[in-house]
């Protein structure tokens, strides 16, 4: 089946981009915030107990990211200056307020992410005009800012979603990590702004069991290649993470270690996916 969404691009033949401050890289950490509904399989740490309802051991695990994890990754973010794009599950304007409200202090970019995270999108194609709407209203009404992004939950999409988000005034999805630079879909007006699958904590520290010192090494290989890569046209850089995941004690630290290197390198443009996205409309056009 052909890819109707968008068309084959190498990126040796496009226009330059340009960032701003001439910087080479766009860096923009992609936080996901989501909730998680008791005795529904989803994420897990342990396979073993994953179909138990209800599920206590992975359950908690996930539970972990917004009561204590994110409270400790403000602290790193604020420390380096770094505003996250938060991928945001609706559900939880009202299951954590309190993140929200530090967030609007900080001026966190908002993105839809779903209701919850165990709800994925192809499951609610029935009714889908009807439940993105809900998510984003109720996203805005939270934040006080309507989302310009959409990312699915486990990046998930049906055919008609990208068009439903045109519709509902939403500027860019992240659900095909298939670049390194945003590009236009062949939906008019929506953009595609680069995610990652592999510079991802769930995959690193969950499925590769990296170390910490292994997750500051990968970061820092990442950037500098794509930083050289960026001579005579500008990348993106995505870091995903999950509070559950990186927000553990023992490996706090690395992610410190990590954003260390990348706000401090020369040529990197520390932002959110919002400002990426609305740059290179401005700038490239549709």
Do not use: C
């Not at 192809?122 to 990312?151: D, F, Q, S």
């Not at 910490?212 to 290649?225: K, S």
């Amino acid at each position: 089946m052909k890819n109707e969404l968008y068309d084959y691009s190498p990126i040796i033949d496009r226009p330059a981009i340009t960032w701003p401050g001439g910087a080479r890289v766009a860096f923009y950490v992609g936080l996901n915030v989501e909730h998680f509904v008791l005795g529904k399989p989803s994420t897990s740490i342990n396979q073993g107990t994953a179909g138990l309802v209800p599920d206590p051991l992975n359950h908690g695990w996930r539970d972990y990211g917004p009561r204590v994890a994110i409270w400790r990754m403000i602290d790193i973010f604020d420390r380096h200056g770094v505003r996250p794009s938060v991928l945001l599950n609706s559900d939880v304007a009202a299951e954590y307020p309190q993140i929200i409200e530090a967030g609007r202090a900080r001026d966190w970019a908002w993105l839809a992410h779903g209701k919850n995270n165990s709800t994925v999108q192809a499951e609610v194609e029935a009714e889908e005009r009807a439940y993105l709407t809900e998510v984003v209203e109720t996203i805005e009404k939270a934040t006080g800012r309507r989302p310009r992004g959409w990312m699915g939950p486990a990046l998930s999409e049906t055919f008609q979603t990208p068009a439903l988000l045109a519709e509902l005034g939403l500027d860019y999805v992240m659900d095909w990590t298939s670049d390194d630079q945003p590009y236009w879909t062949n939906v008019p007006g929506l953009m595609s702004v680069p995610y990652t699958l592999e510079l991802n904590d769930l995959g690193l520290f969950t499925a590769h069991s990296i170390s910490g010192p292994d997750f500051v090494r990968i970061v820092r290989d990442q950037l500098d290649q794509l930083h050289a890569d960026a001579e005579h046209s500008g990348r993106v850089m995505s870091l995903a993470l999950h509070p559950f995941v990186t927000g553990q004690a023992f490996r706090a630290k690395y992610l410190d270690q990590a954003l260390e290197y990348v706000v401090n390198h020369p040529g990197v443009w520390t932002t959110t996916s919002d400002e990426i996205a609305a740059h290179y409309a401005a700038t490239m056009g549709a």
